[in-house]
C-alpha cells in the first residue's frame, strides 16, 4: 500500500450537482495532483498542488477547483457537473521520483 | 503529437514467459523521467518502475525491468517470468521537468496484458 488515500470510493451525482474529493498525501509528500481517467483511457493531468498553492493546470474548466491544506491534504471540487465527469478520480502526492497513487473515487453523474 | 505512444493491441503471455511491452515517447525537454504503472480492474494505479533520462544504466526493479532507448526515444517494460497477477492494464507515463507543474505526468492509452496458465 501506498499510504495515499481517498474518499470517497465510490459516488453517484446527478447532472447540475456539485461534489468534493478528498485526497490525503503519502507522509513526506508535499505534492498533490489529480487526474481524471475516463473509461478505457489513460489518466488526463488535472491540477497540482505544492505547498498549498496550485502549480501547474491540465486542459479542465474552472469548475473542476480544488485546495491543498496545511498537513498537504487535499480535495477536488467540481461544480455544475456534466455526464462526461463519470470517471475515476485519482490523486497522486510526490516526492523525489517517487509518484504514489491512491486507491481513486469511482464518479458516477446520471 | 501524442507524448506518449503505447499502440500493441492486446497482449497474452504464458505464465512464466517473458514479455515486453512497447512505449514511446516525445519531448524536447533534456530532463524528464519515464514511468511504468500497473492498474488491475480493481483501479488503483501501482507504480512499477522509474527511468530518469540522465540514467546511465537501465532501470531495474525485481522482476521488471525497463529498456530505455534515449536516441529511438522508447521505453519498453519487461516483465520477467510472468504470474497470473500480472494480468492488467498497463501504463507508460513521461514526467517532462522544464514545465510549469513539475511532477505532471502524462499518459499512455495503456496496454492489456493477460497471463495465460
Known amino acids: 500500500e501506498t499510504g495515499v488515500t481517498q474518499s470517497p470510493t465510490h459516488l453517484i451525482k446527478t447532472r447540475g450537482q456539485q461534489v468534493t474529493l478528498r485526497c490525503s498525501s503519502q507522509s513526506g509528500h508535499n505534492t498533490v495532483s489529480w487526474y481524471q481517467q475516463a473509461l478505457g483511457q489513460g489518466p488526463q493531468f488535472i491540477f497540482q498542488?505544492?505547498?498549498?498553492?496550485?502549480?501547474g493546470r491540465g486542459n479542465f474548466p474552472p469548475r473542476f477547483s480544488g485546495l491543498q491544506f496545511p498537513n498537504y491534504s487535499s480535495e477536488l471540487n467540481v461544480n455544475a457537473l456534466e455526464l462526461d465527469d463519470s470517471a475515476l478520480y485519482l490523486c497522486a502526492s510526490s516526492g523525489n521520483n517517487e509518484q504514489f497513487f491512491g486507491p481513486g473515487t469511482r464518479l458516477t453523474v446520471l | 503529437a501524442q507524448k506518449i505512444t503505447q499502440t500493441q493491441p492486446g497482449m497474452f503471455v504464458q505464465e512464466k514467459e517473458a514479455v515486453t511491452l512497447d512505449c514511446t515517447y516525445d519531448t524536447s525537454d533534456p530532463s524528464y523521467g519515464l514511468f511504468w504503472y500497473k492498474q488491475p480492474s480493481s483501479g488503483e494505479m501501482i507504480f512499477l518502475i522509474y527511468q530518469g533520462s540522465y540514467d546511465q544504466q537501465n532501470a531495474t526493479e525485481g522482476r521488471y525491468s525497463l529498456n530505455f532507448q534515449k536516441a529511438r526515444k522508447s521505453a519498453n517494460l519487461v516483465i520477467s517470468a510472468s504470474q497470473l497477477g500480472d494480468s492488467a492494464m498497463y501504463f507508460c507515463?513521461?514526467?517532462?521537468?522544464?514545465?510549469?507543474?513539475?511532477?505532471?505526468?502524462?499518459f499512455g492509452k495503456g496496454i492489456t496484458l493477460s497471463v495465460r496458465p
Open positions: 498542488y505544492y505547498r498549498e498553492e496550485e502549480n
Open positions: 507515463a513521461m514526467r517532462e521537468d522544464n514545465t510549469g507543474a513539475n511532477s505532471k505526468l502524462t
